[in-house]
């Protein structure tokens, strides 16, 4: 990094690689009037215990102005668990909700307008029943599956490299992922079918390079493997989403957004022949959880502004701010309240949303745009030479890569090379603060009643016939949808049809 930048620091084309807002490569943003004439939209993440309790906050949020709603499930949910299996044990609702039958997913939802109310669901490889779940609930509620709006995440290859919660093979696994974009697009759905996640690679310790390189790979597999079942691009492309972190450094943020953006769409009309709004990506934006600290957590709120001003002046769609608590336990009412309100005083009262892309130009900027973009793209070189994502990670190129630059930053954070304000400088002896953590056991206790009630209500003899259908699909060709669907209504246990998938498909061990 230099001191000073220049006129001569940045060799670019105006023309071809800035261009206009909304118009290809689309540097300055997807949309021609970007927040002048639309606010990102501002979507909390929330999800704790029970799907009464979390339909609770959700209701918190929308009434203090929050435009969207965001879901995270507890681990056994995303793990294709039920409840009451002896792998969810000490796991049920701690860091999600805990969703078992079609039933709690209504609970979750109800009587919130999901004809209105756009919904992210942060689930892979669990996804396919969690879609099939909330179209169950749209329907049962009046709204028409043309008429849901949402994302659900649905991107299992950074699972392998940085997460975990994965279940099956990547040869099936990626069916699972090419049956959800085919559903949504022979359903005529206005949904997300995929957020493809540098979030998670982020936060495990990748640089901002690796973040866009690794991500866009595993864009363009997923693009892949969904042209090879017979989907033309144009027709799933337009509804591809993203999904990035925004950490510390304001300038490098914004530039990262602004390369990838740009990358994307060179790679996939260079790749597949994609039109401009396939070429448009449109991503998410959390704020780093990794950059939260336990001391001095207070700090955590000035540095959740700075990442969210990153993503905004970056050309976020939409964006979700942590609280400042988060290192210690799930966020309070009160934090989750003030991480929200960041957002509405970026959005009303610094007047960043008044002019498209105000970044644009600047040496500096410009100039470190180019740099990741081409960092990026010598990644995604790396990863063809190894024959794409889903080989590279299998040789285990991802995780190796994450694994030494988190080896490095940590380095430099214990050395004091990398300031963190509170950790290694500046710090005091100040008293923690008392977070309750709420009775797990008890809540544990409940959703597994409530499972054994469920399971007790239900026509047992046409669950089994749904799951039977389901494992013939899995052994043969043809789309999992359909008959997830109608194991879902007839009120089949997540854990029930992930465990048809299972033994059907094995478990994914890594090497």
């Given at each position: ?24 490569p ?40 929050q ?49 209105r ?14 879609l ?56 005529g ?38 042209v090879e ?145 081409a ?11 190894l ?5 590279a ?6 995780q ?112």
């Amino acid at each position: 990094m230099k001191r000073l930048y220049g006129p001569g620091d940045w060799a670019g084309d105006p023309g071809t690689d800035l261009g206009r807002p909304g118009e290809f490569p689309f540097t300055r943003g997807v949309y021609p009037e970007m927040y002048t004439g639309r606010l990102w939209t501002m979507r909390q993440y929330a999800g704790f215990g029970t799907a009464r309790e979390t339909n609770q906050r959700f209701r918190q949020l929308l009434a203090a102005g929050q435009s969207g709603l965001s879901t995270a499930f507890d681990l056994p949910t995303q793990m294709g668990y039920d409840s009451d299996h002896p792998m969810a044990h000490g796991e049920v609702g701690r860091v999600g909700v805990a969703i078992d039958t079609v039933d709690d997913l209504a609970d979750l939802f109800r009587d919130l307008p999901l004809d209105r109310v756009s919904t992210s669901m942060t689930i892979n490889a669990t996804a396919a029943i969690l879609l099939a779940m909330y179209v169950v609930v749209g329907e049962e509620q009046g709204v028409p599956r043309t008429r849901l709006t949402g994302t659900v995440q649905n991107d299992v290859l950074k699972e392998y490299v940085a997460r975990g919660t994965y279940i099956y093979p990547a040869a099936p696994s990626l069916r699972l992922v090419a049956d959800i974009f085919r559903f949504v697009s022979d359903e005529g759905m206005s949904f997300n079918p995929i957020s493809i996640s540098g979030y998670h690679m982020r936060e495990a310790g990748a640089t901002a390079v690796q973040e866009v390189g690794f991500t866009l790979a595993n864009a363009l597999e997923y693009v892949r493997i969904a042209v090879e079942s017979g989907l033309a691009v144009d027709t799933f492309g337009p509804r591809l989403s993203f999904f990035f972190a925004s950490h510390n450094d304001l300038f490098e943020e914004a530039a990262k957004f602004r390369a990838a953006r740009r990358l994307w769409a060179r790679l996939v009309r260079e790749r597949f022949g994609a039109g401009d709004v396939t070429a448009r990506l449109r991503f998410h934006t959390q704020t780093g959880g990794v950059t939260l600290q336990a001391q001095q957590p207070l700090n955590n709120v000035v540095r959740v502004a700075l990442q969210a001003l990153a993503s905004v002046l970056g050309g976020t769609q939409s964006l979700h701010t942590n609280g400042y608590d988060e290192a210690l336990a799930l966020p309070t009412e009160q934090s989750a309240t003030l991480a929200l309100r960041t957002q509405q005083v970026l959005a009303y009262e610094s007047g960043v949303s008044d002019v498209i892309d105000p970044l644009a130009g600047s040496y500096y900027v410009e100039s470190l745009t180019d740099e990741i973009e081409a960092g990026a793209r010598a990644l995604i070189g790396e990863v063809d030479a190894l024959g794409g994502a889903a080989k590279a990670i299998e040789r285990g190129f991802f995780q190796e890569a994450i694994a030494r630059s988190a080896y490095e930053l940590q380095k430099r954070q214990e050395s004091g090379e990398t300031v963190v304000v509170g950790v290694n400088r500046f710090t005091d002896v100040s008293a923690p603060l008392k977070i309750e953590a709420p009775d797990f056991s008890s809540l544990e206790n409940d959703q597994r009643r409530r499972l054994a009630q469920a399971r007790e209500r239900r026509d047992g003899a046409a669950v089994a016939v749904a799951l039977t259908e389901i494992r013939a699909a899995a052994e043969g060709t043809r789309s999992l949808m359909p008959p997830i669907l109608e194991a879902v209504r007839a009120r089949a246990t997540l854990g029930e049809i992930s465990d048809t998938l299972r033994t059907t498909w094995g478990v994914y061990r890594p090497a």
